[in-house]
């Protein structure tokens, strides 16, 4: 008796339905009408809003109209950073939403990026490149940065990573920052393991990753995780 292939091979096209000694004229066995469909494709992520089949859901503190998604790692690991930026709102409602700090090399190509990204989402970033007029006593001006920002942004880099080794301006930032619950780091062409080899206390915050969002992206979580001024009025994010 024909047996038709189509549980192994699949009619995907014409010509395989001619083939099958079953389905291609006057054989006995499967119908033609039960020709095998390749299963559907599921991706792991969601473009849109509300969860996917990987459980990523919207922020509490993202607004109704956001389409964004965030993992529970992420929620997690950002509840602390928003629950100090909100304390900060209230208790120094002029201060900048984030102190940005990056490598010296990244100045004018990832730091810049995530920068203008951050500024066209209506962010207000501390950026050493447009903050410290030339002239100005640099590492007087980094404290006064950190003092004047909410947040801290660590754009963890290659070119970060061979600073925080030799020791400089971006270790000294990231000491201040580190003592205090508003640092996010932003890991961007490099890896956590790669981080943890050179700075375990860093590693041990987890942030974002641009290996899982585009560069946009995470500044669209930036901006929803710092814009606290039209919510001073509302209860504090509760701890996880």
Known sequence: MSRCTAPAQGHRTASGRAACPACSGGGYGYSSSRSYDPPPVYTSRSSGGGSSSSGRTRAPWSPSTSSVTYTPAEVKALTPVRRTAELRARQEPDLRDVFLCHAWDDRRGAAKELHDLLEAEGVSVWFSEKDIVLGQPFMREIDRGLARSRTGLVLVTPALLKRI???GVSDKELSELLARDLLLPVVHETTYGELRNISPLLASRNGLDTADDSMAEIATKI??????????TAPPTPAN
């Open 165 to 167: 080794d030799r020791g």
């Open 223 to 232: 901006a929803e995780l710092v814009a606290v001024e039209d919510d001073l």
